[in-house]
């Protein structure tokens, strides 16, 4: 997918629409800055999935959780989970020991050739073949 790819991880929009002020403002920022520079951001099926199941069980408000997640899934491309997908990141699971969503996640981005993902969750350092940015890290 080449080196502009970068698969995001729930966490960032979720702070996007709904952390403290401060999660809030870097995690904006960080997605502003992956589009002003160029960046394609991707996202995996499980990842959207994960996104409506938090904005439903935060606030309850069935159609602002359904607006906002067309809203992310406006910003990226969202790959499928299949069976490669799962295989891998049960290998991951297995190997690694990364859980549940963050190894489909990590999966997902090693199986489409994405060697970044942007994540505030440190479970996803030491994947082979994956370098993590932190986008609730100030920008320096």
């Known amino acids: 997918m080449g080196e502009k790819a970068v698969l995001i991880d729930a966490a960032v929009p979720l702070h996007a629409v709904g952390g403290s002020v401060r999660e809030r403002t870097l995690a904006r920022a960080f997605l502003d800055r992956l589009v002003v520079d ?18 439903l069980r935060r606030g309850g408000d069935r159609g602002r959780a359904v607006q906002e997640t067309k809203d992310v ?21 297995e190997r690694i020991g990364v ?41 320096r």
């Open 38 to 55: 160029g960046h394609r951001m991707y996202a995996s099926a499980e990842m959207i999935q994960e996104f409506a199941f938090h904005r």
């Open 73 to 93: 899934m406006s910003l990226m491309t969202v790959l499928n989970v299949d069976r490669e997908v799962l295989d891998l990141s049960l290998d991951l699971v």
């Open 99 to 139: 859980r549940g969503r963050d190894a489909v996640h990590a999966a997902t981005a090693l199986v489409y050739g994405i060697p970044v993902i942007a994540s505030p969750d440190p479970a996803f350092d030491g994947i082979p073949g994956l370098r993590r940015l932190d986008p609730l890290r100030a920008p």
